[in-house]
């Protein structure tokens, strides 16, 4: 396992893309001049661009009609779907980005592991991993599996043409939560006893789940996404001690296994304001910043060097166009102190927004100075 210093090291240089096949979007040009782009690496495009976190789902009636009477695990599984549900919040909102429509624990199904997703719920998990011979009994993910993923994510950035693809995938600790949990948690209780019980079957498991993940992460860049984001969405449980001693060394492998790449990596979490700059030191190049922390604070606690990505309210989506808009330009008042901004929600679209709600809050984005 690298040390945070060794990932630092192996950074993105400017002619990492050469590590990407010749016919990769970033490669051949088609979103090389992206704003979206322009923004992760820190400057200023003209119109600044907005995408939303969950901008595919439930929110949009079209989603709900392809969806219906297929499992979630299932769609995210059959490429057609999966890029027809990739492309619909591109074209109904005119976001600046599209990210594929998968599921962070999409791998820990591809690897053998028994999980589905359980609507209103989310990810359970049939035999929970607690122990060390449960870890020691975890298959290996044969990449030859990730197929139907690959599929996805070259169809999709042939259709965007100019538009990114954001590839992703869930950290190590937030997936290891669902394994150890067996499903959603609030504390997030037994993992993190594990961690303090028996070290060792805790950093096993972390490691697989680190292998298998970035195996996911890695496929989506090469078959065609030009950014990626690492979700750690339920980190904000943990302290900065243990964030730093247990979680990550492992999200640094994570994004070290992607730096070649030289993709910029966002990493983001959810009540992770006290870890933001373990969370950059591990590896990331953009971070993504939940709606509790101002971005002018997050950019001074950062040191004024990364790039953020957020943080609109999603609370805010029901507050009326007049409250919304005034908070969305506060958002971008404070993102402007920063580096570079990409405008999105502080977590994930409710699925019950109105769509056209967010299309406005696009056109707004972009109407603004
Ligand atoms: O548009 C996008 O953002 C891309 C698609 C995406 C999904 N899941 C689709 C999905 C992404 C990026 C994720 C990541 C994900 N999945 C995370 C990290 C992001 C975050 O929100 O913090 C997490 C923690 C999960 C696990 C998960 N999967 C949860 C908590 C749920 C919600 C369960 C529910 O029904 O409320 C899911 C299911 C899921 N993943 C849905 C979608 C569109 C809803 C299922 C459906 O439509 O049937």
Known sequence: ??????????????????????????????????????????????????????QAGRSLPEYRRVRAGTGMLEACLTPDLATEITLQPVRRHGVDAAILFSDIVVPLRLAGIGVQIVAGTGPVVDRPVRSAADVAALPPLDPAALAPITRAAADTAAALGSTPLIGFAGAPFTLASYLVEGGPSREHLRTRALMHSDPQTWHALASWVADVTSAFLRAQVLAGASALQLFDSWAGALSLADYTTFVAPHSAWVLARVADLGVPRVHFGVGTGELLASMRDAGADVMGIDHR?????????????????????????????????????????????????????????????????????????????
């Open 293 to 369: 922390v101002g971005l002018d604070v997050a950019n001074a606690r950062l040191g004024g060097t990364t790039p953020l990505q957020g943080n609109i309210d999603a609370a805010l989506l029901f507050a009326g166009t007049k409250a919304l808009h005034a908070h969305a330009a506060d958002v971008i008042r404070r993102g402007s102190t920063a580096p570079g901004h990409v405008v999105n929600l502080g977590h994930g679209v409710p699925p019950d927004t109105d769509p056209d709600v967010l299309t406005e809050l696009v056109e707004f984005v972009h109407g603004c100075p």
């Open 1 to 54: 396992m690298p040390t945070t210093s060794a990932v630092s090291e192996a950074s993105t240089s400017a002619s990492a893309v050469d590590a990407l096949p010749s016919s990769h979007p970033l490669r051949d040009g088609r979103t090389s001049g992206s704003a979206l782009l322009a923004a992760y690496r820190g400057s200023r495009p003209e119109v600044r661009p907005v995408w939303f976190m969950r």
